[in-house]
């Protein structure tokens, strides 16, 4: 039984690897390296376009930030299978201090510096405030991820089973919406780049060793006939 623990957990960590280099890998590549787009950058190179703008093609750009939260939700939730108890309180920490460095606005930043140096009021940029509140969500979940240790071991397979599906299937669709935009843009043909393809590997193995886990779960409870 160890041993499946042990190659599940290394499947596992394998995929979020996967995930990670192909979510700051191109997913827009193209032969000139300042027309590559990495998965990472897609939020921000979507609100460009006049499309977007004007409301023509509807782009919610928190969508693309949803792979890099539920990297760091599922390795909190790995740690959290640790027989370790430090490992298991401290990963979390790590994890939310990291989504924050990663994905908190710059201009929110700048805001609140310039607010304790001037000592004025905190204003709030519009922009911004789906990605506040993605932020916010995120560390929270984070942060309750030694609790799911209590749950039964087929609902924790179901959690993340759904945490996957959350990730990258949003992302993937936003993603679906802004690429004929960007082939009209740069006027001829553009492939898939690598760093696509290897983020939505990493979530297909991860979806299948949740879905295998799920399903053992549910036949170890089943009582012998």
């Given at each position: ?26 997913w827009?590549d ?23 703008q ?12 949803l792979?890099?939260?539920t990297?760091?939700?599922?390795l ?15 990963m979390?920490?790590?994890a ?13 930043v ?22 506040l509140?993605l ?17 039964p ?11 996957v ?17 960007v ?6 043909p553009i492939?898939?780049g690598w ?7 990493g ?10 886990a ?12």
């Amino acid at each position: 039984m160890s041993t499946i623990r042990n190659s599940q957990f290394a499947i596992r960590l394998l995929s979020l690897v996967l995930v990670i280099a192909g979510y700051f890998g191109p997913w827009v590549d193209h032969k000139t390296a300042a027309l590559t787009v990495t998965g990472f950058e897609l939020a921000e190179f979507a609100k460009f376009f006049p499309e977007v703008q004007g409301g023509m093609v509807c782009i919610t750009r928190e969508l693309f930030y949803l792979p890099l939260v539920t990297v760091f939700i599922l390795l909190a939730l790995l740690a959290g299978r640790s027989t370790a108890r430090p490992t298991r309180l401290i990963m979390p920490l790590f994890a939310a201090a990291l989504l924050l460095v990663a994905l908190l606005p710059y201009s929110i930043v700048n805001v609140v510096r310039q607010a304790l140096i001037t000592r004025s009021p905190l204003t709030s940029d519009p922009r911004y405030k789906g990605q506040l509140a993605l932020v916010f969500v995120g560390m929270v979940l984070i942060l309750l991820t030694p609790l799911a240790r209590r749950l039964p071991r087929r609902i924790q397979s179901i959690l993340v089973v759904l945490l996957v599906l959350a990730g990258a299937i949003p992302a993937l669709w936003q993603f679906a919406l802004l690429r004929p935009l960007v082939v009209a843009l740069y006027d001829e043909p553009i492939g898939l780049g690598w760093g696509l393809i290897a983020c939505a590997a990493g979530f297909a193995l991860f979806l299948l060793s949740g879905v295998l886990a799920a399903a053992g779960s549910g036949r170890s409870v089943q009582p012998s006939p």
